[in-house]
């Protein structure tokens, strides 16, 4: 009896696709940053996957930008939130205009990073940039929304005292930009600068009125602002360079998983800037664990 014969393509081709299965097969490794939001995100993105059927390792808050992006680069880790403001550091592009255009900088990173064999998913509204928030009993008596409002609000001569970093105070990208762009000036009196001045001690500072500061120098995601009662005035000018949370992946990976996708999309649509200040408070100020905290706000989504 003859042997049936296999032409060397027909080998080549069943080898090839035995690996595409087995790829297929290898659990996506998530990461996050070490800080709160990273903790929260990461959960998010964990548990989303594992209910769409995706099998998941995860290395969550494995450390700092730098640490995160290596990894990632290096096929250590598959996916990771990062922000879209960060590609001005990524690809030395500090300078241009495009990280104050919500759509541009997510084009911009989405492009270059694709060279890169990575894939930036859809990004979340929130925005965790530079901002100045005020008391929320301030916000209310005076109706201010945005910074437009604030400079009316000083031109008036109202009471107004900000706590910020003496790096937010001093950097041409910070407070003199917002100076400068909304036509208002601080004097020494009206600012408390702090050492160190995280967004922690601003906020508790603006909580607690500390030497008559009803203001604070926060980021626009920062967990603590609702529970302080703090409002972030909107940047209506894009002052600021946008700082859009979003999943990153490597390319290979999402070829292997093409449903993480649709998962983290839908997802991510729904993280507005109040709902991640709210988890994020969840776990800063309330002590809750991410995993509960992102748990809980999946379910909701299902409601």
């Known amino acids: 009896m003859q042997r049936p014969l296999f032409s060397l393509a027909v080998i080549a081709a069943a ?71 960060n590609g001005a550091f990524f690809f030395d592009m500090t300078g241009s205009d495009v990280w104050h255009d919500a759509q541009a900088a997510y084009e911009t990173v989405r492009e270059r990073d694709a060279e890169n064999g990575l894939t930036w998913l859809t990004p979340a509204a929130a925005n965790n ?6 008391r929320g009993e301030l916000a209310r008596d005076h109706d201010l929304a945005t910074l437009e409002d604030l400079a009316t ?30 036509g208002f000036t601080l004097g020494d009196d009206q600012l408390l600068v702090l050492s160190g001045g995280n967004t922690a001690s601003t906020m508790r500072a603006a909580a607690q009125q500390t030497s008559g500061v009803n203001a604070a120098m926060t980021y626009g ?50 993280l507005d800037l109040d709902t991640l200040q709210r988890l994020n408070g969840e776990v800063a100020v309330n002590g809750r664990s991410p995993a509960d905290v992102a748990a809980d706000f999946l379910a909701e989504l299902k409601e």
């Open 221 to 270: 995601t920062d967990g603590g602002l609702k529970a302080l009662d703090l409002v972030v005035l909107e940047d209506t000018l894009g002052v600021q360079p946008i700082y859009q949370p979003a999943p990153v992946v490597r390319s290979e990976v999402l070829e292997a998983w093409p449903e993480i996708d649709d998962l983290l999309a839908s997802l991510f649509a729904a």
């Open 153 to 182: 609000y000083l031109e008036e001569g109202e009471t107004f005292k900000l706590a910020a970093s003496a790096e937010f105070v001093e950097s041409e990208q910070a407070l003199p930009a917002f100076q400068e762009a909304y």
């Open 15 to 85: 080898v090839s696709l035995g690996a595409t299965s087995l790829q297929a097969q290898e659990p996506v490794t998530v990461s996050s940053k070490i800080d709160t939001e990273g903790s929260v995100l990461g959960e998010l993105i964990v548990q989303r996957l594992e209910a769409g059927g995706v099998e998941v390792e995860e290395r969550l808050q494995l450390g700092a930008t730098s640490i995160v992006r290596e990894a990632l680069l290096a096929g250590e880790i598959d996916l990771y939130p990062e922000y879209t403001g």
């Open 129 to 134: 940039t530079w901002a100045i928030s005020v």
